[in-house]
Every structure is written in C-alpha cells, then in structure tokens.
C-alpha cells in the first residue's frame, strides 16, 4: 500500500506578521534619521557658504587704493571698478550670496520634512547653477590676480602688486573667499545626491 501524504499550507501566524512591521518601522526611522541629519550639515554649510560669499563681494567691492604720490595731470589708484572682470566678479557673487540666504527657507523644509525629495532636488539644480557661476566668476579674477602678482614679460604687462600692496591683497583675499565658496557647493551638491539616492 502507498501512503499517500498531504501537504497542508498553514498561515503564517498573526505573530509572525506583527513582528515584521516593527522591523519596517525601525528601517523608516533609521533612513529619516540619516536624512535629518544631511540636510542639518546641509544648512550649516549653507550659512558658511552665505559668510564666504559675502566677504568675497566686499573684499573685491572695498578694493580701492591711491598712491601717495601723484603728477599735474596723473593720479595714480587702482580699484576693482577699473577692471569689468572685477566687477562681473562682484556682482557674480552677491548673487551668489543672494542665492544662498533664499535657499534656506527649502533647507529648513529638508530637515523639517527629510522624506520629501521635491525642496532637495531643486537645491541641487540651483546650486549646480550657482557653483558654475561662482566658478567663473573666481577663476577669471584668479587670471587677473596672477597677472597683478605677476605680470607678463611677452605682452608688457607689468605687476602692479608692487605698488598697490593693500589692493592686491585686498582681491587676493576675495579670490580665495569665492572658491571656499566652491568648495562648499561641491559638498552641497555631494550631500543632495546622497539624500536623493534613498527616495
């Protein structure tokens, strides 16, 4: 005789499936957590952004100075509005800074909210297009910085930071100020990514 066996499918216990949920709810938690946390670092960083930009604008805005001396006809001064990279770096960077001080209201959203993805990937579109801006903005005042220090024996342009010691240090100081700047919206841009790769 062949004994014929039966499979009988029990369901699964309403204990089993009470343990599951804790599990997911802790799971939810722990991501939101790490969500809160980013966009906190994200709004610290923000407000660094906001000190360095500004001070690169009045750096560059505040360089201006005059020799002691000066002929009948010549007074010898250099300022930042004698030059239109100068001034396109000014202006470059307040809206920078501009930029940075409206995006808080979204961060706080973020830290607020750490599950809604829209406020995060905005902020990451316009701070791509505020680090290009920045970018351009102290990488062309960089060029004429090195040639004040510098000069360029093949074209005839003399270094002027010789004479004008406090102007050239004056838009040395906002060259560097705009790329920490850089360098901050590089880490923005970094965390948004990450918070953005779990929705």
Same mark, same amino acid.
């Given at each position: ?89 000014? %202006?470059?960077?307040?809206? &920078? @800074? #501009?930029?940075?001080? =409206?995006? $808080?209201?979204?961060?706080? +959203? *973020? %830290?607020?909210?750490?599950? &809604? @993805? #829209?406020?995060?990937? =905005?902020? $990451?579109?316009?701070?791509? +297009? *505020? ?5 351009? @903005? #102290? ?61």
């Amino acid at each position: 005789m062949k004994s014929e066996s039966t499979a009988i499918d029990m369901p699964e216990s309403s204990s089993a499936a009470k343990g599951k949920a804790p599990l997911m709810a802790v799971s939810r938690a722990a991501k939101g957590g790490y969500r809160r946390g980013i966009a906190i670092f994200d709004f610290v960083l923000r407000l660094g952004a906001i000190v360095t930009s500004l001070a690169a604008a009045a750096a560059m805005g505040t360089s201006d100075e005059t020799l002691p001396f000066f002929t009948q006809f010549f007074q010898f001064q250099a300022s930042y509005d004698d030059l239109p990279t100068f001034q396109f770096f000014v %202006i470059a960077m307040a809206i &920078v @800074a #501009g930029y940075l001080v =409206l995006s $808080l209201p979204f961060s706080i +959203v *973020a %830290i607020v909210r750490p599950q &809604v @993805a #829209g406020p995060r990937l =905005l902020l $990451l579109i316009l701070d791509t +297009v *505020a680090l290009t801006l920045n970018t351009a @903005a #102290g990488a062309a005042a960089a060029a004429i910085v090195y040639l004040a220090h510098n000069g360029n024996s093949k074209t005839n342009w003399l270094a002027i930071c010789n004479q004008y010691g406090d102007f050239c240090q004056k838009v040395s100081g906002a060259v560097v100020a705009s790329m920490i700047t850089v360098a901050i919206f590089v880490f923005l841009i970094v965390l948004s990514a990450f918070a953005l790769r779990g929705h």
